[in-house]
């Protein structure tokens, strides 16, 4: 039996203020702090846990718990999270979109193929297309 990242919940965020939001479209944020279930506090969220080169270090060792919040340019129903290990897709979990907003908690695990000291690239994908993406290193 495979294990994969475990896919924990999905947190119905009510339609954000697309202004407020514009400079992260395209972004993933990766953060240990969880999110908030109000579209009104998502900026500053967004903006305390926001990295402007797009790589993240999480400390903490196996399993690294995520929380990941991207922001699209346009409405779409699903998505794919996708871990990618040196440009090679490592692991894959379907989301759910919601108002152009993808909140999602994920945990890597060594079982899961994740190893400390490294950096893997995160890329949100409808199809081909990468519609977000950012980079973590997973420290211990």
């Given at each position: 039996?495979r ?46 846990n ?29 998505a ?61």
């Open positions: 039996m294990v994969l990242l475990v896919l924990l919940a999905l947190v119905a965020v009510a339609r954000a203020d697309d202004k407020a939001l514009a400079k992260y479209k395209g972004q993933l944020v990766v953060a240990k702090d969880a999110p908030p279930t109000t579209a009104g506090e998502l900026p500053k969220y967004l903006e305390e926001w990295s402007k080169d797009g790589h993240y270090d999480l400390i903490g060792g196996s399993p690294w718990d995520m929380n990941i919040v991207a922001v699209l340019a346009k409405d779409a129903d699903k794919t999270l996708v871990f990618t290990d040196a440009g090679k897709p490592l692991q894959e979990v379907e989301v759910a979109v919601k108002s152009k907003l993808v909140v999602t908690h994920v945990k890597a695990t060594k079982a899961a193929g994740f190893e400390p000291h490294k950096i893997y690239g995160i890329e949100l994908r409808r199809g081909d297309a990468v519609l977000a993406k950012a980079d973590v290193m997973l420290r211990e």
